[in-house]
């Protein structure tokens, strides 16, 4: 009887560990060059709009423009029409901006941790830029 109460007590305490991993992070901005501030307020305040999208992770650089987002569980099965609907609308937008969108959840983690670091001031604009170019090569190459 112990042993079935310490096992189910062990099962309850991995679920809600592994649920931490997918905690909400709130719409992050991070802009390594001034100039992008309006930019990108009005990306954030779109995809807050959209009610698919519930945590995003904007970031600008000088020419490049990261946007990373996770989609609600119930719109997994549409996350294509969604990326495709978001990206339409940044290049109808923005048509003169280098904007790649990803709602991959590796992608997502390292923007996150990108924008974590620039918060804490453990990096330089150069070394924002280059982990910037190196999230999007990623992001590249997995697709």
């Given at each position: ?106 992608i997502f983690l390292e923007s996150y941790n990108l924008y974590e670091q620039w918060e804490k001031k453990e990096l330089t604009g150069q070394e924002a830029e280059k ?13």
């Open positions: 009887m112990k042993i079935c109460r310490l096992g189910l007590l062990m099962m309850i305490i991995l679920l809600l560990g592994g649920c931490a991993v997918f905690q909400k992070v709130g719409p992050a901005e991070m802009i390594i060059h001034d100039g992008h501030k309006d930019l990108v307020s009005s990306i954030k305040q779109q995809i807050e709009d959209t009610d698919e999208i519930y945590d995003t992770v904007v970031i600008a650089a000088k020419d490049k423009i990261l946007v990373t987002y996770k989609v609600r569980h119930l719109n997994r099965f549409k996350m294509k029409s969604i990326e495709k609907k978001l990206t339409t609308w940044l290049k109808d937008e923005f048509p003169d901006k280098d904007v790649d969108v990803s709602s991959d959840f590796k982990k910037l170019y190196e999230i999007i090569h990623l992001k590249n190459e997995m697709t």
